[in-house]
């Protein structure tokens, strides 16, 4: 089975600074990868699928890139509602494995 | 709206089972595959399976296989996930999410969640 391996598990950061998330595939997933947001007692939030197309609505600071086994995440300018739980996801053959989950916190 | 109601929490002894519900609106039931996840307290997200709406096929993750079962009904527009043999370890919020891409393409990103359904598992 594929994994995908999130880093770091936590991240301190300011309002306004640029912040990166990093999710690493056990095998070469092509661009079959997402990221998802989670806030305290909601359900996750799609942000990115196929590793770099916005769902509707999520606002254009953020953006994700990579292909194959290196993906990333990236916030331009932090905002106060983006402090939350963020979880990458890859799909391959009907089977789908979640990130363990990156903290983001208020430093 | 799309829009994805759970059915309400449940309190289960250790080896029962438990069917989870879910009904959907506000598309066209038969487009859409329809994942089910878990989150045990405090932890990550896990995906547990997905059913075709169309012909009700269905994959399960490795860990679940042999305890899971998840079924359709066309009819009444509603999505439903048992699981067996209870153990504290499935302790967990269970979600139905709709996935993105338009069957009979290949499934692969959860777009709409429903609230969740607390299973507690507990002797």
């Known amino acids: 089975d594929i994994q995908v391996t999130q880093s770091p598990s936590t991240l301190a950061a300011s309002v306004g600074d640029r912040v990166t998330f990093t999710c690493r595939a056990s095998?070469?997933?092509?661009?079959?990868l997402a990221w998802y947001q989670q806030k305290p007692g909601k359900a996750p939030k799609l942000l990115i699928y196929?590793?770099?197309s916005l769902d509707n609505g999520v606002p254009s600071r953020f953006s994700g890139s990579g292909s194959g086994t290196e993906f990333t995440l990236t916030i331009s300018g932090l905002q106060p509602d983006d402090y939350a739980t963020y979880y990458c996801?890859?799909?391959?053959?009907?089977?789908?494995?979640f990130g363990q989950g990156t903290r983001l916190e208020i430093k | 709206q799309v829009q994805l109601v759970q059915s309400g929490a449940e309190v289960k002894k250790p080896g029962a089972s438990v069917k989870v519900s879910c009904k959907a609106s506000?598309?066209?039931?038969?487009?859409?595959?329809m994942h089910w996840v878990r989150q045990a307290p405090g932890q990550g997200l896990e995906w547990v399976g997905i059913?075709?709406?169309?012909?009700?096929?269905?994959t399960y993750a490795k860990k679940f296989q042999g305890r899971v079962t998840m079924t359709r009904d066309t009819s009444t527009g509603t999505f439903d996930m048992e699981l067996s043999s209870l153990r504290s370890e499935d302790t967990a919020m269970y979600y139905c999410?709709?996935?993105?891409?338009?069957?009979?393409?290949?499934?692969?990103?959860?777009?709409?969640w429903g609230q969740g359904t607390l299973v507690t598992v507990s002797s």
């Open positions: 095998q070469y997933i092509s661009s079959w």
């Open positions: 999410a709709r996935d993105i891409v338009l069957v009979p393409a290949a499934p692969g990103w959860i777009q709409h």
């Open positions: 506000g598309y066209n039931f038969t487009n859409f595959h």
């Open positions: 059913i075709n709406p169309s012909g009700g096929s269905t």
């Open positions: 196929a590793a770099s």
């Open positions: 996801q890859q799909y391959n053959s009907f089977s789908i494995a």
